[in-house]
Nanobody, 121 residues
Framework: QVQLVESGGGLVQPGGSLRLSCTASGISGIIFDLSTVAWYRQGPGNQRELVASVHSSHSANYADSVKGRFTISRDNHKKTVSMQMNGLKPADTGVYYC????????????WGQGIQVTVSS
């Protein structure tokens, strides 16, 4: 059974930083290596949105709202994906979800349970 476990969330003041991490277990190394890994978030009253993703080639993409503030990275050896979040704003508040997606098999799309990030003074 594949599990994605997120950590690093919490309460931070505007302008502060947090680092989210997600560790995958129960997934083969080759599938993780070939998967796109990503962070999504769902703010209060909003739909879940893509925040950042990193392809198996290690190329990264970001939502316009977080470009220049967030950095996503992956460690295939450890099967982890992390996201450094700097310059946090109240609009970044939400539940953040880790996702791994192996495009060649629709059944190999996995989600973490989510972790709360609250940006407030």
């Amino acid at each position: 059974q594949v599990q994605l476990v997120e950590s690093g969330g919490g309460l931070v003041q505007p302008g502060g930083s947090l680092r989210l991490s997600c560790t995958a277990s129960g997934i083969s190394g080759i599938i993780f290596d070939l998967s796109t890994v990503a962070w999504y978030r769902q703010g209060p009253g909003n739909q879940r949105e893509l925040v950042a993703s990193v392809h198996s080639s290690h190329s990264a993409n970001y939502a316009d709202s977080v470009k220049g503030r967030f950095t996503i990275s992956r460690d295939n050896h450890k099967k982890t994906v992390s996201m450094q979040m700097n310059g946090l704003k109240p609009a970044d508040t939400g539940v953040y979800y880790c996702n791994t997606n192996y495009a060649a098999d629709a059944h190999k799309n996995y989600w973490g349970q989510g972790i709360q990030v609250t940006v407030s003074s």
